[in-house]
């Protein structure tokens, strides 16, 4: 990807965090474009414009992106008006409010074109969520870090706090009666793992990142594992960002001696854990990884998606049962039960198969105190998917019947929900996440 752009997302008409939630989506579809962060939500009073308008939700994201400052401009246009933006006043009240607050280090201004965006350093329903995800980003006019122009801002803001919630991703009655009927208040994010514990192993980036934020978002402080200092600590400050504490921990889970050491210092950091997820994988499909032969390649994968997996969750489940709780989570493949034509099928058929049936295995050892399933993804837009080639992207699109790529969010979400209270009785299952790629 060949830039890094923000931008601003406001809705105050209709189910307006379905909005911003349906905007992200678009964007996270488009060829070329990585929604790599999103900031919590925050309700705001309306700025200018006619008067009885209703409060907005704002929020601002990350975008890596390969498209070029006015091809980026119009394609935010395009989403405002596929979710119904309809320019009837100014400032008035909209569906769907998209803006482009910087692009790179870019100065650029024309009449239909100005980055970074004239009014940013001014408003404090954009400074605010920005400065959650991009604290350090310079604005390249005012020479002045995000996080120093939302200082100076809520320093000569007269208008009251903004209220932060959790971005809610079901659209039933219960979530939209919340989003809509609480409008104006102090909303408490939901923070249902709050004072858990919890470890992903290879949490640097991907799906393991997306998880160790999820559990973050729901109040669980996280310890970051990987084997990438720099990247390790900066997932870490990421949880952090979310209110609870982070650490971090590298191990190399193909020695067997470094993954019993990890356990234990793991459970020693906090006292104990309560939630463990075995997340890291070896990448066999890109790099000089994709090179290697078949014979090296299930070697790397035997172990560390097989024997880490396994020599972990027997430590770290053996501990959880003797304190009486805890909820284990493993990641096998959609496909790895009715296979896939070709090396790569037949490699992680293999591996993620023996993940899948060590799950089922394991949960009859460790109930009733300890919960134990697996997610299976299936086509998910990591590292492999960016690149893949456009056979493949058709591919994905036409044995989908959601007709789209999984992302890393998709499945941090369904992470989230299974080592919750919510789903307190379910054990021993493998959860498919691929947009009905693969049924029964």
């Given amino acids: 990807m060949s830039a890094i752009a923000y931008i601003a997302l406001g809705s105050n008409l209709g189910h307006r965090q379905e909005f911003l939630s349906s905007a992200l989506q678009l964007l996270r579809e488009q060829p070329g474009m990585v929604v790599s962060q999103v900031s919590g939500s925050y309700e705001t009073a ?75 350093h001014e408003r404090m329903f954009v400074l605010q969520p920005l400065a959650e995800i991009a604290p350090n980003a310079v604005h390249p006019v005012l020479g002045r870090s995000v996080l120093e122009l939302h200082d100076a801002c809520a320093a000569g803001a007269a208008a009251a706090p903004m209220a932060h919630f959790e971005e809610q991703t079901a659209h039933d009655s219960s979530s939209q009666a919340f989003g809509e009927t609480m409008a104006g208040k102090n909303l408490t994010p939901s923070r249902e793992l709050a004072g858990q514990r919890a470890l992903v192993t290879g949490s640097t980036s ?4 997306a998880i160790a934020l999820e559990l973050a978002a729901a109040g669980a402080d996280v310890i970051v594992h990987g084997r990438r200092e720099d990247a390790a600590s900066a997932v870490a400050a990421q949880v952090q960002a979310a209110g609870v504490r982070a650490h971090v921990f590298r191990a190399d889970l193909r020695d067997a001696d470094a993954c019993g050491q990890l356990v234990q ?3 020693s950091q906090w006292g104990r854990l309560d939630i463990w997820v075995n997340n890291a994988g070896a990448d066999t499909l890109t790099g000089d990884a994709a090179q290697w032969s078949f014979a090296r390649k299930w070697q790397e994968l035997q172990a560390i998606d097989v024997t880490a997996t396994i020599l972990l969750s027997r430590e770290v489940g053996a501990l959880m049962k003797e304190a009486g709780s805890g909820v284990l989570l493993n990641m096998g493949w959609d496909q790895a039960e009715t296979g896939m034509e070709g090396d790569s099928g037949q490699l992680f058929a293999a591996a993620k198969g023996a993940v899948m049936a060590f799950t089922r295995s394991l949960t009859l050892s460790l109930s009733p105190e300890v ?57 021993g299952q493998v959860i498919r996440i691929n947009g009905g790629a693969v049924r029964g």
């Fill in 206 to 209: 991907g799906i393991g990142r």
């Fill in 265 to 267: 210092s793991a459970w």
């Fill in 46 to 120: 309306p700025v200018g414009g006619p008067p009885g308008q209703g409060p907005y939700l704002n929020a601002a994201a990350e975008l890596r992106t390969d498209l070029q400052p006015r091809e980026l401009l119009q394609l935010l246009l395009d989403i405002e008006q596929k979710l119904g933006r309809i320019r009837l006043q100014h400032f008035g009240p909209r569906t769907l409010d998209l803006d482009l607050l910087l692009y790179d280090n870019l100065v650029h201004n024309e009449e239909d074109l100005i980055i970074p965006h004239p009014r940013m």
């Fill in 371 to 427: 919960r134990v399933n697996c997610l299976a993804p299936g086509w998910i837009r990591t590292a492999w998917g960016e690149s893949a080639s456009e056979a493949w992207q058709e591919r994905v699109r036409r044995e989908t019947p959601l007709q789209r790529w999984g992302t890393p969010a998709d499945v941090a979400r369904c992470a989230r929900w299974l080592v919750a209270p919510a789903a307190s009785y379910i054990t």
